[in-house]
């Protein structure tokens, strides 16, 4: 079993720390990565950004959009907010069990915690973390949000639509109420639920060797040519599914995010 906890907030970065495990799980070791993004918000890999986040607002804030390689909706980042990922086997994969391993993390703290819909995390019917999947070759990738003492008027205020009345075929967010888990658990710090995480996970995982790994062991060059190719606007924007939209009264059509097409 290997451990990786990035010291690095910056999410192209993180996002290419994962997407590099994902690709190098080597002799179906379970892996834990751990890391926190400074403030930012990652939509889904099939979702339509001007459908999804307020982009304006978020220009003016100077807050970063990424798409990440799974599915599902879209999340607000920021130093209140502590990110998993658990990279297993895809023969082994039991989406029941990674939910499980939060939970057990959580109970350490007397939070009792419940499934919201199918990839979402609740207390008393209040969202506090959202999960996707990513299968690719022989493995899996399961992460995922864990609200801790997050800015959530900045959630709100980033999460929403840029433009309305869009037609797309693009995966939609599904609107939640949310809560941090310092609502519950008001002592409750981003380093202890970390610490919950991993031995929850060591709990889960256990009967190998407990490989604690930095991220900077990665080779460099193989980490920059990803965070090149994820923080490109090819692939934040052109990776949108066709839309359509109308704009002053004009019906317009959406494709790699760019008006007009490319012939």
Request: net charge negative.
């Amino acid at each position: 079993m290997r451990i990786v906890i990035s010291d690095s907030t910056d999410v192209y970065r993180n996002l290419a720390i994962e997407e590099w495990l994902l690709d190098h799980a080597s002799e179906g070791a379970p892996i834990l990565f751990i890391c926190v993004n400074s403030p930012c918000v990652v939509i889904g890999k099939n979702q339509n950004p001007w459908r999804e986040c307020r982009l304006s607002d978020m220009k003016t804030d100077g807050i970063t959009l990424a798409r990440r390689i799974s599915g599902g909706g879209a999340v607000y980042h920021d130093e209140g907010n502590l990110n998993f990922g658990i990279v297993v086997p895809r023969t082994e994969y039991r989406e029941e069990k990674q939910y499980a391993c939060i939970v057990r993390a959580l109970e350490r703290f007397g939070i009792q915690a419940s499934m919201l819909g199918k990839t979402s995390m609740a207390i008393n019917g209040l969202k506090f973390s959202g999960q996707a999947f990513c299968f690719r070759g022989e493995s899996v990738l399961h992460h995922g949000t864990l609200l801790v003492n997050s800015d959530l008027n900045r959630l709100r205020r980033y999460l929403g639509p840029e433009l309305e009345g869009i037609e797309t075929r693009a995966v939609a967010s599904v609107p939640a109420d949310v809560a941090n888990l310092t609502d519950f658990a008001p002592a409750l710090t981003i380093s202890a639920l970390s610490d919950a995480v991993i031995e929850s996970f060591r709990t889960m995982y256990g009967g190998g060797r407990d490989d604690r790994w930095s991220a900077s062991q990665i080779p460099e060059q193989e980490m920059d040519s990803i965070r090149e190719r994820i923080s490109a606007t090819d692939w934040i924007f052109g990776c949108t599914p066709r839309f359509q939209v109308t704009v002053k009264g004009q019906r317009i059509e959406v494709e790699k995010g760019r008006f007009p097409p490319e012939p």
